[in-house]
């Protein structure tokens, strides 16, 4: 059983107080400027949006694969672009790891941004912060806020497959285990809550929500239950999908908070921030938010900027900005 099944709130928030000082912090990192590519490629932004555009008006999901591919890039080494990376013989990727095997989509969006730039602007943009900017502009095309986007990341030349397994929160996880791992990436609760609503725009696999359905679900919609039943069985289907946000599921909003206020959050580690008994102050912020969408919008730009700053500062000493976004340059 986990150390945390033990803990009572007051010596879990002592623990999560420790866990920050031992994070990930970025206080020696280089900077990261609003207008790093305002003489080297000015034409960046204007690429990135188009290509994001297109995808998104293409298929809306698409916004959702782009926004949790920049997650799960920050989460292992920092947003250095090290997700990325396909396999070779002297490198092991970060993309069939547990937690991105059958989650992460949208290389070949990024692949196609990246020939755009390298076309315009050669050896300029580094991979990582395409990604970001392309985060940024998903959520914008899908109804979501707008921020401002600090830049002058470099790709790492390395990945880390352990890291991926480490550091990536679960579908089922608790809550404390899932806080735990955004508090030791620098980021808050209150980072930890904000960014979990980007599940307004995502979909989930079928293996991940279906001992929730099975089990304890609570709804007052049985036609609800039903649904997700007839899609995710009881046996097989595993990669069968199902909207996070049952309302509006393409549109960015804050309904996937109601959702949880309602006890039908999708994903067990969604769900956990409103009704874990260690979730005081996650369960008032659920509240928050659902309750007031302008404060939703503004906490999530605040905190996405945050996370985009989680930085590798190794890949600032030995990174580059790779001409192909899957492989190091040679």
Known sequence: MALYSYLNPQCFMLLLCLISVFSNGTSDSPPLTLDYYKSTC????????????????????????????????????????SVLLDDTIDLKGEKTAAGNVNSLTGFTLIDRIKNKLES?????????????????????LVGGPDWDVPLGRKDSRTASYALSDLNLPSASEGLLSILSK??????SVTDTVALLGAHTIGMARCVNFRARIYGDFETTSGTYLSNLKSICPAIGGDNNIAAMDNVTPNLFDNSFYWTLLRGEGLLNSDQEMYSSVFGVETRMLVKKYAEDPIAFFQQFSDSMVKMGNITNTDSFATGEVRRNCRFVNT
Request: hydrophobic share 45%; aromatic share 8%.
């Open 182 to 187: 955004f508090i030791y990436q620098g980021l």
């Open 120 to 140: 315009e602007c050669p050896g300029i943009v580094s991979c990582a912060d395409i990604l970001t900017i392309a985060a940024r502009d998903a959520v914008l």
């Open 42 to 81: 000015p034409t960046v932004f204007e690429i990135v949006r188009k290509e994001i555009e297109c995808a998104v008006l293409s298929d809306p999901r698409n916004a959702a694969l782009i926004v949790r591919l920049h997650f799960h890039d920050c989460f292992v080494q920092g947003c250095d672009g």
